[in-house]
């Protein structure tokens, strides 16, 4: 997989013809080896997503094209990355995408430092959005009990699923105003009004439920149900999804989800749903 970022990286570069950003810094949070794989399946659903998102929207098709091929390869290291965890490694009919600005919320803490030539990132930095109560996937479990094993697989059907419809979700959320990323060069900014909303972005939908119980920086939510296509279809909440506070339940579709951008007072988060 290594070598596969190196290509990737590679072909960028050749893309922007040394015009694109130079190598910076990271800092991870995982401290073990399960919470390594956790975080990665997790990192490779918004990369994915993150390309989605922008895809159609690039003027250049050529190059929309070569980045394709490139974020297939990465959707292969999240189903992969699943397995190693134990999880099933494909629960969803659809992968979502989400905006830049979505994607660059989620990336910016994790940049520690960067070359002073780097062009600036002008996308929006929201302010960050914790489940204080995320279904937790890294628990090791090695039993003869078919559906309650965790360990890496081909594939494990969970007797026991992370997550279900109505389950309690509780919610809490930064002020904007806060210095994150490389240097602390950026600052978390919204344009919201005050929060209502939990939209989840997941498959081909993004869903709308009451934020309850609001006090201050926190609040609660109940996850919804939903089939994509109706009776006996997916379920609409399924997978590593994401989940937004907004102040409107503004209609969106797929391809104009950057509408959304105005509306979100913190977030997103990764939701790990199944």
């Known amino acids: 997989m290594a070598d596969q970022e190196v290509g990737h990286a590679t072909l960028l570069s050749n ?21 390594f794989i956790d975080f990665c399946q997790k990192l490779t ?47 969803v009919w659809f992968i979502p995408g989400i905006t830049q600005s979505m994607a660059w919320t989620l990336l910016a803490p994790y940049l520690v430092e960067c070359p002073a030539e780097n062009p600036r990132i002008e996308w929006q930095n929201f302010p960050a959005l914790n489940v204080t109560n995320n279904p937790d996937a890294t628990p090791y479990w090695n039993t ?49 009004g005050e929060p209502k909303f939990v939209a989840w972005i997941s498959q081909l939908n993004t869903t709308y439920t009451p934020l309850t119980n609001i006090n201050g920086q926190s609040g609660q939510t109940i996850q919804p149900g939903g089939r994509v296509f109706g009776d006996n279809t997916a379920p609409v ?17 797929p391809f104009n989800l950057s509408m959304l951008n105005p509306h979100v007072v913190a977030g997103p988060a990764v939701y790990q749903s199944g």
């Open 15 to 35: 893309i922007l013809q040394g015009r694109g950003a130079k190598q910076c810094t990271y800092q991870y949070p995982f401290q073990t080896v399960r919470s």
């Open 144 to 192: 003869s009990v078919i559906g309650n094993e965790t360990t890496p697989a081909i594939t494990h059907n969970r007797t026991d699923p992370l997550s279900y419809p109505g389950r309690d979700i509780f919610l809490s959320w930064e002020t904007p105003g806060k210095k994150v990323s490389y240097n602390e060069s950026y600052t978390t900014n919204t344009t919201a």
């Open 45 to 91: 659903r918004w990369g994915e997503s993150g390309v989605f998102g922008f895809l159609e929207h690039l003027d250049s098709r050529a190059a929309a094209t070569l980045l394709l091929d490139s974020i297939s390869t990465e959707s292969r290291q999240q189903m992969v990355f699943r397995q190693f965890e134990g999880l099933f490694p494909m629960p």
């Open 237 to 253: 909440v399924n997978g590593s999804m994401f989940v937004l506070i907004t102040d409107s339940d503004l209609y969106v579709t």
